[in-house]
């Protein structure tokens, strides 16, 4: 009942009837041409399709009228706004124009309005918005400091909101130069060279230019005799020093263990070890955990037991992988990714990650017998407390303790009511007629949207919608928000089941992992299209399709590419030379799908034989890291969603990695 009285309320706040003029002539053409007005920032016709959509009350009027005014916001009036906010009360479009205005109102310095502005602002989703609100409640004299500090630390890169605030509350003596020394180091260690630049700027002329001189020459910055000297002279050397480590970690490594390293005190150069070892690991290179137990051994010689350094969550995480990639008889390798993780906050220890190889160091390092008992059932207890069907860690956690994969039971089928109702949400029946249209960004903004606060059922009965409608990736996303009430098949559309089952047959691949792959590929959206020019059910680059092509002898187009069977083609086909490139590896075969092969050909180097699954935690790239864990976890729930005798993810994962073996076969160079 509460559920069908919030959809009526819904309809009721948007004047429009959805469906009545969905048919009327010309319509979804204005629409579509006010679009590419937008895009050629074309003011007269975009102005002529509003007129004509709003008296239409095209279901889509709202779109073009958010466009109209986005884009002369510049120039527009708050009566304007507040015109268009009555127009579409409660829409996804009237809080998303709001969070264009109040960047615009931050940008004006008109801080009244903003104030009447930001308390509506419902989605309150953009960091530089967030700034400006704190700027405002300073000059409101309330004391913002500690708020105000941590969005300016947790901004991504330097930005006109988190600036101007960090300015006046510097200028107001509510930041002082240790905090904006602290923002320099978070900002060079992310490689956000715009924000320390930024930052260093509030400090004067004199130690803006020392700053950029480390920030640009750090080397230069090292060598000088009174480098170190003044006020901040340490913090300048640390910088020097992790902008070293970024470019040339061997390089910083010799000039750490010279005498000059002893102008830093102890607990710095502790740090400084620290960042030099997150870059040596980012590179593979060996030394990568001695860098990392010396930083601890530095900080542990300068501070009480059990006293924690501080240091990042990325750089801890980069101690752990440096050590997962020792060879596995290094008895030290355990208590540094121990080590590492406990100094983890809270949050990010918990992570599935974190608690695996946590629970793996407990493992290998309890006593023999009686004596390592409670370890090793501490393990155990953390393994199940992760252990579930759909996560990377969590199957690698259950096949640690001899659990069998088991789809979970599924969730009763939405009932007509159920999807009834959700059929009655205006905002989701708009983003299925965008992405109809093609206008496929507006209508997963708006498709999300309208997911806010929906309950388990209620997402169940959206997604269904969406896999009727062929819309893969809302059906795929939708599903994935419930957490008990799970069906699988949503989560995992068997879509071009014949397609893709003919394909893998033709070309000796596992059909498991080909819908795995297309899964985190393309969500099964046959017209996908990424920033680099990937296209297609399986993201297939231009050069890659056209090589492919060329070996397997078809007569290609480039306008093929996204025909979903030549895609496929083409696709399964790549793969396949992949993974009999690297003798089978699906590891190291999805790692050279999404990054190349020339790069997992450099990441199973140095050396070192390591189990598949360290390796893939150890892959530098985040995006490259996290595909291959979700393709290899997507694999094993396709693989029993087909009823096949599938093989468990550590069998997956295959033969532990290292250097190709002088008996193996010569890398196919061509390989795009």
Known sequence: MLFR?????LAAATSWAPLASAQSPGGDETVLRARDALAKKDTAALAKARAAVLQTRHPLAMWVDYWELGNRLATAQQPELEAFYARWPGTYVEDRLRNDWLLELGRRQDWANFRTEHPRFRMNDDRVVTCYALLTRHLDGQDVREPARAAWLAQRDADDGCSLMARTLFEAGRFTEDDVWLELRMSVENNRLRAARDAAALLGKAAEARVFEALDEPQRTL?????GHGAHGHDLLLLAVMRLAAADPDRAAELLQSPTAHRLPVAMEATAWAHLARHAALSHR????????????????????????????????????????????????????ARAIEAMPPAEQARPSWVYWKARAQQAQAR?????????????????????????????????????????????????????????????ARALQLIALGLRSEGVREWNFTLRGLQERELLAAAQWACERAVWDRCINTSDRSRTEIDAGQRYPLAFREQIMT??????????VLFGLIR????????????????????LMPATARWTAKKVGLDFKPGMVNDPQVNLQLGAAYLKRVLDDFGGSLAMATAAYNAGPGRPRRWREGGVVME???????????????????????????????????PTLKERLGAPIGPRTPNATTPDRDLP
Do not use: C
């Not at 009285?5 to 309320?9: D, P, Q, S, T």
């Not at 030394?287 to 051994?297: K, T």
């Not at 009932?415 to 009834?420: D, G």
């Open 503 to 512: 394909t893998a047959q033709a070309t000796g691949l596992d059909a498991a």
């Open 520 to 539: 985190q590929e393309s969500r099964f959206i046959t017209d996908a299209r990424s920033a680099v020019g990937a296209s297609g059910l399986m993201q």
């Open 368 to 428: 023999p017998g009686a004596e390592g008992d409670a370890a090793r059932a501490a393990a155990h207890a953390a393994l199940a407390g992760i252990a579930q069907p759909f996560d990377f860690y969590g199957l690698l956690a259950a096949e640690e303790l001899g659990q069998p994969f088991k789809l979970p039971a599924a969730a009763t089928a939405p009932s007509p009511a159920e999807r009834e109702a959700v059929r009655g949400q205006p905002g989701l």
């Open 223 to 227: 060598a000088r005799s009174n480098a």
């Open 612 to 646: 598949p699954a360290a390796w893939a935690e150890s892959i530098p790239f985040n995006e490259t890291r996290d595909y291959v864990q979700k393709v290899l976890t997507n694999s094993v729930a396709y693989a029993a969603l087909l009823g096949a005798t599938a």
């Open 5 to 9: 009285l919030r959809v009526l309320l």
């Open 286 to 337: 060996p030394g990568a955990a001695e860098h990392a137990r010396h930083a601890w051994r530095l900080w542990d010689r300068n501070h009480p037991p059990g006293t924690q350094p501080g240091w990042s969550e990325e750089l801890l995480a980069w101690h752990v992988r440096a050590a997962l990639r020792e060879p596995a008889r290094e008895p030290r390798r355990w208590p540094l990714i």
